[in-house]
């Protein structure tokens, strides 16, 4: 099979991989030209475990290339970005890239080729948008070609795993539809290949996500509750998990990313009359940020020119994306109260960001708003010494008190 995969970020690159590593020639095709050059080059532009050896390997070997423009394909695999449109509340799927990316294909389309669309979009985008684009450049699907959407539900920091490993829910418009693009999978993926009609796969996914942000939401408002009840509300998590039929997930500084902070809203802005507890819940998420700072103000009252050192901006731990951060809405809280605020990630480089020596330096707060594995490590004496007030506020409960380090470390279980 040769394999034309449009957009080549955190989805589009790592699957490109994965085919050409299992025989498979791969085109990959991205509109950013610094792109296209460093993976010609053998490099890569994300941090993902695995990835960059996969690409070296496959440039090497000429099973994969890069490309600004597509070329004629057996199979075409579209993952790009699918944002929010910027429609009030509303917040709805914008289809512009992936309808984008569908017209540029059209010229090298043929008979019998394969098209899947992996991003993630609203419920019914395949057969009102996508199969009408095709339809209106001559081609009928089931019939001259086969469209699909396969949503991919891998997480990052595991992908490479993932990709192969999970279940993958192939969507198609036709019973052929269905048949082709679960023939593509085969190629390596070792889950069950579950086959479904396009909207159902489409719903399904949106709707994985969004039972996480739900039920993250819950836990974000417990912390809330207990807060002013004076209540230990990571205690209440961890007894009530004890059940075998509860699973309260973690709450933290808000959601980020793009899906949970995404995908939501795509349900929510197709049947915005029904889906009430899903609006409810991204509003909760939306809401931590300002609780984090009400919280980080609270200790810090009394305090002349409070210093907060933020430790952690990426949406969750050991990435380095920080597309939805909730840790940017809270930099600019805390700056827009007048604090003065340094940076530290050790997973992003920025020219805003220091180092954590700089960062603690005089700091009467730190902020840990991202579970990096290196701030489960912090020499906690060390850091007290350097700081005016050693006070630290852990967002993520991953933090545990050093005896007689001198650092007072405060969390969601006791914060009342
Ligand atoms: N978070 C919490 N509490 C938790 C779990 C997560 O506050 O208990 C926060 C994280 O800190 C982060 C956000 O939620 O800000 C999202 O993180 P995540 O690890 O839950 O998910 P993503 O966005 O990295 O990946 C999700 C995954 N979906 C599900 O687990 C249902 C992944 O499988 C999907 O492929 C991916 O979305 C996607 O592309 O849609």
Redesign the pocket.
């Given at each position: 099979m040769k394999i034309c995969v449009l957009g080549l970020g955190y989805i589009g690159l790592p699957t490109a991989a994965m085919f050409s590593s299992h025989g498979h020639e791969v085109i990959g095709v991205d509109v950013n030209a610094s792109i296209v050059e460093t993976l010609n080059n053998g490099s890569i532009h994300i941090e993902e475990p695995g990835l960059s050896e996969l690409i070296k390997d496959a440039v090497h070997s000429q099973m994969f290339k890069a490309s600004l423009h597509p070329e004629k394909a057996d199979v075409f695999i579209i993952a790009v970005p699918t944002p929010n449109n910027n429609d009030d509340s509303y917040m709805s799927c914008d289809l512009s890239f992936v309808l984008n990316a569908c017209q540029s294909i059209i010229p090298y389309l043929e008979k019998g080729n394969i098209i899947i669309v992996e991003s993630?979009i609203s419920p019914r985008s395949m057969d009102d948008y996508v199969k009408v684009l095709f339809e209106d450049n001559g081609f009928t699907a089931g019939e001259d070609i086969y469209l699909a959407h396969c949503p991919?539900?891998?997480?990052?920091g595991q992908i490479l795993k993932e990709l192969i490993h999970n279940n993958r829910i192939v969507g198609g418009i036709t019973g052929k539809c269905i048949q082709a693009a679960a023939e593509v999978y085969s190629a390596f993926v070792q889950g069950e290949i579950i086959r479904t009609e396009a909207k159902t796969a489409e719903m399904s996914k949106c709707m994985?996500?969004t039972?996480?942000d739900v039920n993250?939401a819950l836990?974000n408002e417990l912390v809330k509750i207990c807060y002013d009840l004076d209540i230990n509300a990571l205690e209440v998590i961890n007894m009530a998990n004890k059940h075998p039929r509860v699973n309260i997930?973690?709450?933290?500084p808000g959601?980020?990313?793009h899906?949970?902070a995404v995908?939501p809203y795509f349900i929510y802005a197709k049947s915005p009359d029904y889906a009430n507890i899903i609006k409810l819940a991204r509003d909760t998420n939306n809401s931590m940020p300002e609780f984090v700072v009400k919280l980080s103000s609270e200790l810090l009252q009394g305090i002349d020119r409070p210093k907060v050192a933020v430790f952690g901006v990426t949406?969750?731990g050991n990435v380095d994306d920080m597309r939805e951060s909730p840790a940017l809405e809270i930099i600019e809280l805390l700056k827009a109260r007048g604090y003065q605020v340094s940076i530290y990630d050790p997973h992003v480089s920025h020219i805003e960001f220091v180092d954590e020596e700089t960062a603690v330096t005089a700091a009467d707060l730190i902020l840990v708003l991202t579970d990096h594995n290196e701030f489960m490590e912090l020499n906690h004496n060390k850091i007290a010494k350097r700081m005016r007030t050693p006070m630290l506020l852990d967002t993520k409960n991953i933090v545990k008190s050093q005896l007689r380090s001198g650092l007072e470390v405060i969390n969601y279980g006791n914060i009342y």
């Open positions: 993630t991919e539900r891998v997480l990052p994985e996500n039972f996480r993250i836990a997930h973690s709450p933290g959601v980020g990313g899906c949970l995908d949406y969750k």
